[in-house]
Each structure stands twice: as structure tokens, then as C-alpha cells.
């Protein structure tokens, strides 16, 4: 690392989030609506001269249709960003755009790079769910004949299912946390809160698309509770504690401080510390236990420093067991203050922007410092990121 070099994060924004095969966004091409918020996160910053920027890096799931062919490229050269603009496409599945500004920030705190943009997309209508298009390796896929060396392609559903098994997580304590969901992101969608950081995209049929689709106001936890399990006969896992089938993209400016002082711009949070880590695929979804100890670890922090933690929200029966063994009360004000995936949605590649840019706005909206964003990856993985907010100006709902 070039010495006392910081990654910061000057902005950061998304568009809403449509439902899969059926939403708003299903017409939609995702390197066109990659290139869109790109755009328009790019017009509130006349300072940041576009021939100025470093590198592109874009995180997405699954990156093959029209996510393919390095779809990085592809959103700089839509977004209007000079040829001479270089970009690249990261996955690490669920977590690929938060992989993407650890991505930035390495670059920037290595001094190879001063200003990087940074995006997250993915269109579960347009491209489908990878664990349908990909080819398993017998010795990864646990329904194959014969011997299995690890359940990679295991339906991430059935790893829910062996977590809440693994970890005693009871159904009435799953619906209990997915109302909980539901409740918090209706109400940040209806005070407003959500809008700081959805930047408005025009339809083909030129409406304008700037509500999440997700959030049910009618959701009760007596409907929760009648709905059968979807991976498992007498199982826990429901459509109501999982999250949904999304389309989506979002997209941030990585800096280093130096720069940010130069143009005259307040960044809105540096980025401290993150990690990975890795766990048996089948039971995939408590992944972040470590990462997150290792991040926090090397913010020099604890759990009890946090003032917002984001836990992406896959299954409720992963988020549970997760807090438990870090710490936390999953029913803590500080976790998700704002809702997650059950309620909003999770557009795989888009999500780990995404829920960087609720952390910000719930770090603004309670005056916060420190905050956390960790997720579970398909097949064993976890991931997290410590950020520390600064003065930068606070999000406002952009038309």
C-alpha cells in the first residue's frame, strides 16, 4: 500500500429494484440500466471529469447473456465514459459488487488508481439464475451419481434449510424477523427514506421507475406463517423468509482522499477494512461469521462499535444464527434498520452496492460513525466490509 493512501467513497446510488419475470424492468437490459445509473450518479458530479477515471469495475453474478462479454465494458462505454476508460467484470455471486469496491479501494490504496467507478447489476428476467444455466461438475453437485467432494451446486434453499437444522432456528422465530423486514422497508419506502438513494430511470414505455417493487405493506405475520415450505417437505424454508427474484443495478465513485481534497468534493464514508472467507457449500449461508470478524478485527473494532450492521438478507434462516454467533441481536435497532432482502429484493450482482448505500443513509439519518456490510455467497463464501462515515453531504431523493 503506497503509504497513508485511503479509499473513500465520494457517492454512491442505485436504481430501484423491479421483480423478476414480472416487475417493472423485465424489458430492460441490464448493461442499459447499468450505464443509466452510472450516468446519472456521473451528472451530480461535474468536478469528476470522466477521461479522469482509472478503471471500471463491475460486479455481477452471473455474467453471461446480456451480462456477458465483459458487461463492465459495455456500462462504461453506455454510461458515455471515453474509450480510453478501461473496465473489467468481478463475481463472487452474491457478493460481487461489494467484491467490486474492495476491488477499487485495493487499487486506490495501492496508489494504482485515484479515481474508480464502481458497479453493481444483474437481471434475473433478462439472463436467469446461474445455478439453471450452469454445467455442474459431477463431483460437485450433490443430485449427481456416485461420489460428491463438496455440495457446490446444492439449491442454496436446501443450505437455508441444513443451517436452520444446524443451528436450532425455529420457524416462528424465521417469519418473525422476515415481518420485521417487510415492516422496516414499507416504512423507509413511505417516509421517504429509500429515495435518497434511487436514482430515477426512464421505462421504454417512458414511465419513470423509482419504487422498489419488493415491500409488502399487507404482509402479516399470520400470512407468513401459512405458507408451506418451498425446498423441503416439513422444512422451514418458505417463499416468505427467503428473499425474492430480482432485477436491479447500482453503482458508486471510489476515490482516494487526496483526490476528493484536489477537486474540492466531501466524500461520504472510508472505506477501513474487509475480508473474505469460506465454508462448507452446504450450509453456504453462515459464511460471514468469519468475514466478519476479520474485518472488524482489522478495523481495530467489535461488534459493540457498530452503529448500523447490514446483513444481506438470503434467508432469514442464515441471518440468525450469523448475528447469534457474532454478537448481535438480529432484532437489535442497529441491524437493518431499514429492512433487506427479504422485503426489497436481491438482484444478485447489484446487491452489494445496494445495501452500501442504505449503511450510508442510515449512518446520515442517525448520525453515525461506524458501520458494517457483510453477505453470504453461493457456494460457502462470506464477506464483509467496515466503513467509517464522514462530512460528506447526505443523500437527497434525486428526480
Not at 210 to 228: I, M, V, Y
Not at 288 to 307: K, T
Not at 346 to 363: D, E, K, S, W
Request: net charge negative.
Amino acid at each position: 500500500m503506497a503509504a497513508g493512501r485511503r479509499a473513500v467513497i465520494v457517492d454512491i446510488a442505485r436504481s430501484a429494484v423491479g421483480r423478476a419475470h414480472k416487475g417493472s424492468l423485465v424489458d430492460v437490459r441490464p448493461d442499459d440500466l447499468a450505464g443509466s445509473v452510472l450516468r446519472s450518479l456521473l451528472d451530480l458530479y461535474p468536478e469528476i471529469e470522466p477521461g479522469a477515471i482509472d478503471d471500471l469495475v463491475c460486479g455481477c453474478a452471473f455474467p453471461w447473456g446480456e451480462q456477458g462479454y465483459n458487461v463492465g465494458r459495455l456500462v462504461g462505454l453506455l454510461a458515455g465514459l471515453p474509450d480510453r476508460v478501461p473496465a473489467m467484470t468481478v463475481t463472487r455471486l452474491c457478493a460481487s459488487s461489494l467484491q467490486a469496491l474492495r476491488t477499487a479501494a485495493h487499487a486506490v490504496e495501492l496508489g494504482e488508481a485515484e479515481t474508480v467507478a464502481v458497479v453493481g447489476v444483474e437481471s434475473i428476467s433478462r439472463v436467469g439464475r446461474g445455478i439453471e444455466l450452469a454445467e455442474p461438475n459431477p463431483l460437485l453437485d450433490p443430485e449427481a451419481p456416485g461420489e460428491t467432494l463438496a455440495a457446490v451446486f446444492m439449491p442454496m434453499g436446501m443450505t437455508a434449510e441444513l443451517v436452520a437444522d444446524d443451528y436450532g432456528v425455529s420457524r416462528a422465530r424465521m417469519d418473525a424477523f422476515a415481518q420485521r423486514s417487510q415492516e422496516r422497508a414499507v416504512r423507509a419506502g413511505e417516509s421517504g427514506f429509500s429515495a435518497r438513494e434511487i436514482l430515477s430511470f426512464e421505462l421504454p414505455d417512458g414511465t419513470v421507475f423509482a419504487t422498489d417493487e419488493g415491500p409488502r405493506p399487507t404482509s402479516t405475520a399470520e400470512k407468513l406463517a401459512a405458507l408451506e415450505p418451498a425446498f423441503r417437505k416439513g422444512g422451514k424454508v418458505t417463499p416468505g423468509n427467503s428473499c425474492a427474484l430480482n432485477d436491479g443495478a447500482a453503482a458508486a465513485l471510489v476515490m482516494s482522499a487526496e483526490r476528493c481534497a484536489e477537486l474540492g468534493l466531501e466524500p461520504r464514508a472510508e472505506i477501513v477494512s474487509s475480508a473474505v472467507s469460506a465454508v462448507d457449500p452446504s450450509r453456504m449461508g453462515i459464511g460471514p461469521i468469519e468475514a466478519i470478524d476479520r474485518a472488524l478485527e482489522r478495523a481495530g473494532a467489535g461488534i459493540d462499535d457498530l452503529d448500523v450492521f447490514e446483513l444481506n438478507e438470503a434467508f432469514a434462516a442464515q441471518v440468525l444464527p450469523v448475528c447469534d454467533e457474532v454478537g448481535i441481536d438480529p432484532f437489535d435497532d442497529r441491524v437493518n434498520p431499514h429492512g433487506g432482502a427479504i422485503a426489497v429484493g436481491h438482484p444478485f450482482g447489484m446487491t452489494g452496492v445496494r445495501i452500501m448505500a442504505t449503511l450510508l443513509n442510515g449512518l446520515d439519518q442517525r448520525d453515525g460513525e461506524l458501520g458494517l456490510e457483510t453477505m453470504c455467497v453461493g457456494g460457502g463464501q462470506g464477506q464483509a466490509m467496515v466503513v467509517r462515515r464522514l462530512a460528506g453531504p447526505q443523500r437527497v431523493a434525486v428526480a
